[in-house]
């Protein structure tokens, strides 16, 4: 076999590797962000800085609904604040049973604030770093078809060669 069909072969070889890379990746993210879900989970893309250093801007949240009455002091909450479309994540300080409430604060905030049980969204169990920011993108029009476009052009890499 001549050298030049060696190279081409080592070419061909590092485009296939590549493009598996690529599409396991994509694999991966998608099952981060759906298979959840199935179990009752809801994922987040952390927008703030309230709760650094322990989770960050940019990380996913995964979230699942239960009772707030049994919440202990120090868990991390997620909860709609009044009139907001865009959920929150704090620390619990205290749980106020007898009036329904939780006092509440970010691990950069000074103050608590009280929120009422029916504003608690549910217990944040698991965080996975930066994923957020690829989220948000790919929930735009632009993400999907640029993961869709991404999708195809490695299947088609590995079925040309």
Avoid at 85 to 111: A, F, Q, W, Y
Wanted: with cysteine; glycine share 4%; aromatic share 12%.
């Amino acid at each position: 076999m001549s050298e030049k069909k060696k190279k081409r072969r080592k070419k061909i070889k590092a485009l296939h590797v590549f493009a598996y890379l690529v599409m396991e990746l994509q694999i991966v993210f998608f099952l981060a962000l759906t298979v959840p879900n199935l179990f009752g989970y809801r994922s987040y893309a952390v927008t703030s800085d309230m709760m650094n250093p322990v989770i960050h801007r940019g990380d996913v949240i995964y979230v699942r609904n239960s009772d707030p009455s049994l919440l202990e002091e120090n868990e991390i909450i997620c909860f709609y604040p009044d009139d907001s479309l865009l959920p929150m994540m704090c620390r619990v300080t205290k749980n106020d049973r007898m009036n329904r409430s939780l006092e509440i604060k970010g691990d950069n905030e000074e103050t608590p604030v009280r929120v009422s049980y029916s504003c608690y969204s549910g217990k944040v169990y698991c965080h996975l770093p930066l994923l957020g920011y690829l989220g948000r993108f790919l929930s735009t029009a632009v993400g999907k078809v640029i993961y869709i476009l991404l999708a195809d052009a490695m299947i088609l890499l590995i079925w040309l060669f």
